[in-house]
């Protein structure tokens, strides 16, 4: 412990001697360790923490497997055999997610909510903080209008009150009674059936009605507990206690087979897909945060190599002090010990300043990650994080230090002789070049990255989504069912809001779709063409359904390709109707014009539709996805009771909010209008997720090639610093100051252009696990990789002309002044 206790006392003074160094190492370090330590936390809370169910490990979701969708939501009739028949489940809960409006106490207001099954808290396993959560019932006693809210709602909207137990709350034009207020770290996502990331949590449920099954779509008459066509449900399991997942596939299975016999028409093809429930929430968010976890570790690295740079230089002056030690009997292991002592303290105070970066920055890491990532609301600074920085600033004491004692614990008497005697100490020097190549091959790494995910990004943006998104301003309506309880109301309706909107001042044309590009759809109908033999279960075809009122396609900038758009005299009382996407066109009437043909859309319970106008393509999916096949039914023909509208405005669409909403109040006062955004937002949230990656890639590449450049200089000019006397007779022999700077630019550019092959070697290999994450853009591109590496080039050249040019300066005379 004294030398211990020594060891630090020396430290700390010679750390304090050389303020400078210090403090450009300190910061060097500590930036990075900033960066390093923020986005772990992100990556402890999204991937590493469990989720906040017990045994979350047995919690899975079902969903129904197609042949071109392997995950896709339940039929009501198919849930309830899948819990009759499955044996490897304790429990299977059914849940969908529905928009609820809530008014009373306060402006009315648009909530996020899941109708769920009674068992689904149970399932989960969560218990209510206040209150409690549904109980099973019997299923004849029939729906009760009870509800359990949110934390967050409970605090945001009800103010905390602990009296809300027992309390009517309006939804739906509706009371429902508060039973329970969950705990504030439950937090279930919206879960849909793509892999990608789910969306925002509810912030209340619902119980479902008698039969356990969510009615989401249906008018609240409806029973589909029969249904196999109509599927909308999420299915959620906890498996038995030692039934592994291979086990359940196998059963699950069979139960496919089973029912896919006794209902081949619905059920034809048709299988069942288990994912576990923290997969599915985590979606594909794990290349994202492991790339920029890898992208921030090598700034990491080339900031050590940097670090270690300077103490090699460090170790090289006290090459002398270091062979007096040796003399008066100083072992090696003690000297390499002290040597460590100086970095690890170096480390530690560079982790520290870190650490509070990474706090102070936090807010600032979120505001810019993607909502659509999971668990963000769990992202802190947790034991975990806390225990990532120590290992951090350890690590990269003993990283960045170890080299240098090794060289300078090294006793060098002759070194030390020569040095005395005016020749060069030498030492180090192969070491230091070692570390700027791999300074340098890192950058080039990280740079070719960052150029891959902005060129992909580029590309995504330049994709043509099939509308105008300038001067466009979006919002969505959703009817209560109790006031507004058949598809004639709902439709009329919607059409008077469109025809008071388009009267405001600033509004150009106004319209009203199901759903909105770029937000996915997933109401899809199998399409029928009179006069062709109907089609069997392998030969279906389906078409998203959308339901418009005129003037959608004029307000979207969605141009009429052929025939009409829908109008005004669409009406129940005129012939129906229905207006097909160029996709749905070519699918369906290959090589013939499609109006004037007579369509089906649904069952045989459905009427025919006269095919009146074909419309351009619009990515409903993102920008990524192919187009698909859409039919548009008119509104006041057939309605739903949740639409969203556009309004093409002549100014800033956001100056127009206001106006809007006193117009949707002067029609229903007790109407929450949703959020309201302009379609520029709603394409540019498209693109958040890989926006974000890419910039921040781009970031840390940037600070790594700046790092690079400055490792460089660094290393070049104490390199010139030491050829001084060589310099100088070279001078003094006639060499003139363009030989000079051509021999210094020379061994930099070695060094660097040494750095930038083993770069490209690492990037051809590493650059391919990018390869989920690009659009358009190959992982091994040649133009990113030339250009990158012709970059690097140009400033490993910058870098070493400075300290080059300089050495072109020696007064010979100087030089050679000790001679």
């Known amino acids: ?48 923490s469990p989720l906040p169910f017990p045994e979350q490990d047995r919690l899975v979701l079902a969903w129904t497997r197609l042949p071109s969708q392997p995950r896709w939501t339940v039929a009501p009739a198919n849930f309830l055999d899948w819990r009759a028949q499955g044996d490897v489940f304790e429990e299977l809960a059914a849940f969908s997610h529905i928009g609820v409006s809530l008014s009373g106490d306060g402006a009315p207001e648009r909530l996020r909510g899941a109708s769920v099954s009674a068992n689904y808290f149970q399932v989960l396993g969560v218990r209510a903080a206040l209150g409690s959560a549904f109980q099973p019932v019997a299923e004849e006693t029939g729906p009760r209008h009870v509800v359990v809210l949110s934390h967050g709602l409970w605090q945001r909207r009800f103010g905390a009150d602990p009296r809300i137990i027992g309390r009517d709350v309006r939804l739906e034009d509706r009371d429902y009674q508060v039973v329970g207020v969950m705990p504030e770290r439950f937090t279930l996502p919206n879960i849909g059936p793509k892999t990608s990331a789910p969306a925002d949590a509810p912030e209340l449920w619902i119980p479902a009605p008698s039969h356990d099954i969510p009615q989401l779509g249906s008018d609240g008459t409806l029973d589909l507990s029969q249904s196999r066509s109509t599927t909308y449900l999420r299915v959620l399991g906890r498996l038995k206690p030692g039934v592994t997942m291979e086990r359940a596939s196998a059963a699950m299975g069979a139960i496919a087979q089973r029912l896919e016999q006794e209902y081949p028409a619905s059920n034809v093809h048709s299988g069942i897909t288990l994912v576990p429930l923290r997969e599915q929430i985590l979606g594909d968010v794990r290349p994202v945060l492991w790339v920029l976890l890898a992208a921030v570790g090598l700034v990491m690295a080339i900031a050590c190599a940097n670090v270690a740079n300077l103490f090699l230089v460090r170790a090289a002056a006290r090459r002398q002090e270091m062979t007096v030690r040796a003399a008066l009997g100083a072992g090696r292991g003690r000297m390499i010990r002290q040597l460590l002592t100086e970095s690890v303290l170096l480390g530690l105070l560079a982790g520290a300043l870190g650490l509070i970066v990474a706090v102070w920055s936090m807010d600032v890491l979120l505001s810019l990650i993607p909502a659509e990532l999971p668990r963000l609301d769990e992202v802190r600074v947790d034991a975990r994080v806390l225990a990532f920085a120590l290992s951090m600033s350890l690590g990269t004491g003993i990283l960045f230090g170890l080299l240098p004692a090794l060289q300078a614990s090294r006793p060098d008497l002759d070194g030390v002789l020569r040095q005395a005697a005016g020749g060069k100490l030498a030492g180090g020097g192969r070491s230091r070049g070692a570390l700027v190549v791999g300074e340098v091959a890192l950058a080039v790494v990280l ?44 439709g009329a309706f919607f059409q008077q809001v469109v025809e008071h909107v388009s009267m405001l001042p600033g509004i150009r044309s106004a319209g009203a779709v199901t759903d909105l590009p770029l937000g996915g759809a997933d109401i899809w109908f199998d399409l029928e063409v009179e006069g062709r033999a109907p089609a069997t279960p392998e030969e279906r075809s389906s078409v998203g ?85 859409e039919a548009y039914l008119p509104a006041l023909q057939r309605s739903l009771f949740l639409m969203s509208f556009v309004a093409r405005t002549e100014g800033d669409p956001m100056a127009l909010a206001a106006s809007v909403r006193s117009a949707v ?64 007779i070279r001078m003094a022999l006639g060499a003139r100051p363009s030989d000079v700077l051509r021999m210094v630019l020379s061994q930099g550019l070695r ?69």
């Open 665 to 728: 109040a002067s029609l229903d006062k007790d109407l929450p209008v949703g959020v309201m955004r302009t379609m520029e937002q709603r394409v540019t949230e498209s693109t958040a997720r890989p926006r974000f990656v890419s910039m921040l890639v781009a970031v840390f590449a940037v600070l790594s090639l700046l790092l690079a450049s400055v490792g460089l200089s660094g290393v070049m000019a104490y390199t010139a610093r030491q050829r001084t006397r060589e310099i100088g």
């Open 447 to 490: 740079l070719i990255g960052a150029g891959l995910l902005l060129r992909s990004l580029w590309r995504l943006q330049d994709v043509d989504p099939g509308f105008r998104q300038e001067s466009a301003l979006t919002w969505t309506l959703a009817l209560p069912k109790e006031k507004y309880p058949d598809e004639a109301r709902q």
């Open 545 to 629: 359904f959308q339901v418009v009122t005129p003037g959608y396609f004029e307000s979207l900038g969605i141009p009429v390709r052929q025939g009409r758009d829908v109008t005004s005299t669409d009406t129940r009382e005129s012939q129906p109707v229905v207006v097909l996407n160029e996709t749905a066109a070519r699918l369906h009437f290959p090589g013939t014009d499609a109006v004037g043909q007579r369509v089906r859309v649904g069952d045989a319970s459905t009427p025919w539709l006269t095919v009146v106008g074909v419309v351009r393509d619009v990515r409903y999916d993102g920008p990524t996805q192919e187009t698909r096949p």
């Open 751 to 819: 060094l660097a252009l040494g750095g930038v092959a083993l770069g490209l070697v690492g990037a051809w290999g590493l650059t391919r696990v990018l390869s989920s994450l690009l659009f358009g853009v190959s992982a091994t591109d040649p133009v990113v990789f030339g250009s990158l590496s012709l970059l690097v080039a140009v400033v490993a050249l910058l870098a070493t002309w400075l300290p080059a040019h300089r050495a072109t300066r020696v007064d010979p005379q100087v030089a050679l002044r000790s001679e």
């Open 1 to 48: 412990m004294s030398d211990i206790t020594q060891d630090l006392r020396l430290a700390v003074r010679m750390l304090a001697k050389h303020r400078a160094f210090t403090v450009v190492a300190v910061l060097t370090l500590a930036l990075s360790i900033a960066a390093n330590t923020a986005i772990f936390s992100v990556v402890n809370a999204v991937l590493l």
